[in-house]
């Protein structure tokens, strides 16, 4: 079993939808989670932390499920500029490194 | 501007030769480290470095080596060792303060073994 599974997609939405991915993690004894987002030939970058409490910043929306083991983002309201690959990211070890998933594939369309 | 450079973008090379990596960081960042990128799969850890003058190994280190000899610097050799060196390389590095789990990536050097 992978540390971090997604659905690879893609997702296809058109403009002002609603949609939401998920992510599960095999380390029960994981302690930070992220939501990164990668543009195509791009570098990731670091989208939301993902706080056990949820949070949310402007359309997008992360929570935690400890008991479950999953992380989800919900992105509301979709932009053109929302395309991209969306990487699930949990720590494996406390402070150190990090296991990434391979990506969710959002394709926001008109 | 605070950030991190890789170099070169692009990289060709023959089979059989070495080749260099640059990381550079200005971000007084303690720790980096060197992922692989491949279609379709997550990025994987090749080497880490939480402190100048000491390394460790990640998940695919095999035919990787690299140097921290600064704090700034964290260059990664690709040997001929490395039996599919074909890969979008990343470098990141991690504050050092609250925030010990957040990397922050360079743009990435794409190689690519003719």
């Known amino acids: 079993r992978k540390e971090v599974e997604q659905d690879p997609g893609p997702f296809n939405v058109p403009e002002g939808a609603t949609v939401a991915f998920n992510c599960t993690y095999s380390?029960?004894?994981?302690?930070?989670f992220f939501w990164y987002r990668q543009d195509c030939r791009k570098e990731p970058k670091l989208l939301m932390s993902?706080?056990?409490s949820g949070n949310e910043d402007g359309r997008f929306t992360a929570q935690l499920n400890r008991a479950s083991q999953y992380i989800s983002l919900l992105i509301r309201d979709s932009k053109l500029s929302d395309s991209a690959t969306y990487l699930c990211?949990?720590?494996?070890?406390?402070?150190?490194?990090?296991?990434f998933g391979a990506g969710t594939i959002l394709r926001v369309k008109s | 501007d605070g950030g991190i450079t890789q170099s070169p973008k692009y990289l060709f090379r023959k089979e059989g030769q070495n080749v260099t990596l640059s990381c550079e960081q200005n971000?007084?960042?303690?720790?980096m480290y060197w992922y692989r990128q491949d279609p379709g799969q997550g990025l994987r850890l090749i080497y880490y470095?939480?402190?100048?003058?000491?390394?460790q190994k990640g998940d695919i280190a095999e035919g990787y080596s690299v140097s921290r000899e600064k704090k700034e610097s964290f260059p990664l050799t690709v040997t001929s060792a490395q039996k599919n060196p074909t890969a979008f390389y990343l470098c990141?590095?991690?504050?050092?303060?609250?925030?010990?789990?957040?990397?922050?990536f360079g743009p990435g050097t794409r190689l690519t073994v003719l």
């Open positions: 990141a590095s991690t504050d050092s303060g609250k925030d010990t789990d957040t990397q922050y």
């Open positions: 470095s939480q402190i100048v003058n000491d390394f």
């Open positions: 380390n029960s004894a994981s302690q930070s």
């Open positions: 993902v706080y056990s």
């Open positions: 971000l007084n960042h303690d720790a």
């Open positions: 990211v949990v720590n494996a070890e406390y402070g150190n490194k990090l296991v």
